[in-house]
């Protein structure tokens, strides 16, 4: 923040941006009050200090401004950030599907580091999704080397692999959706739990399966640590999707 300090007003006006960024459904319309903030944040350097500084006491990193709204990352540490623990009751096997999934959409989507300067809308379908991971099963079983925070990457990734590769594509409910169990319905769990966080949306219009990956998303998985296992998936989606040209 600048040397002069910020008023009252100011701050008020900077905590309310900062709350429109952790309400992930909200949008900045034209004419709103998110709008508004969000324009002088991008045009004025000292009510952008201001911002800056006070996410950053609330454990908050702004990654960006795209069109779709003011993008906050949490420390790991901080009070906002997401764990698996904050989800629904999960056992060991399922923590490390639902993690591998999470991975295998960042890098289907971006496998490339000039896609994450691509604001252009990424599509993802689960069936695709699935087919993606099972074909990496391989290469996840010899993975090695440490994890950024420090924990074993490559035995987390090839645990998950194995996990992965056990359960079937399809088990189908009563009612012919899918059940817990299998991977479709895996990957369907972790794309609405996205959607929650305001990182994908349903696109109906494109099938029932497809959905968008947002800004947040893009903004978030760039920002990310990476690690072995996304960097070797990321390196398998380009050489498919060089094959495939």
């Known amino acids: 923040m600048t040397a002069v300090a910020a008023d009252l007003t100011e701050v008020r006006a900077a905590a309310e941006l900062v709350a429109f960024g952790l309400r992930r459904r909200s949008r900045p319309v034209e004419g709103s009050e998110y709008r508004a903030l969000l324009d002088r944040y991008r045009s004025e350097l000292r009510f952008r200090d201001v911002v800056d500084t006070m996410a950053e006491g609330l454990g908050l990193e702004v990654l960006g401004t795209p069109r779709s709204g003011i993008v906050l990352a949490p420390e790991p540490s901080g009070p906002f950030a997401t764990r698996l623990g904050d989800l629904r009751a999960m056992d060991a096997e399922e923590k490390l599907v639902f993690g591998l999934v999470l991975l295998g959409i960042a890098a289907y989507a971006y496998p490339q580091d000039v896609d994450f300067d691509d604001p252009e809308t990424k599509l993802v379908d689960v069936v695709k999704i699935d087919e993606f991971l099972r074909s990496a099963i391989d290469t996840l079983r010899v993975q090695e080397g440490e994890g950024p925070t420090g ?80 960097d070797a998936l990321r390196e398998l989606r380009a050489a498919q999707d060089g094959a495939a040209r």
């Open 151 to 230: 924990g074993h990457d490559g035995e987390r990734a090839r645990a998950a692999a194995e996990a992965y590769a056990d359960l079937p594509q399809l088990i189908t409910t009563q009612t012919g959706r899918r059940a817990r169990g299998c991977t479709l319905r895996a990957i369907e769990d972790v794309l609405g739990w996205l959607a929650d966080q305001g990182a994908a949306k349903e696109a109906p219009t494109l099938g029932p399966d497809v959905h968008h990956l947002t800004d947040r998303f893009r903004l978030l998985v760039g920002d990310s640590a990476g690690g072995a296992a996304l």
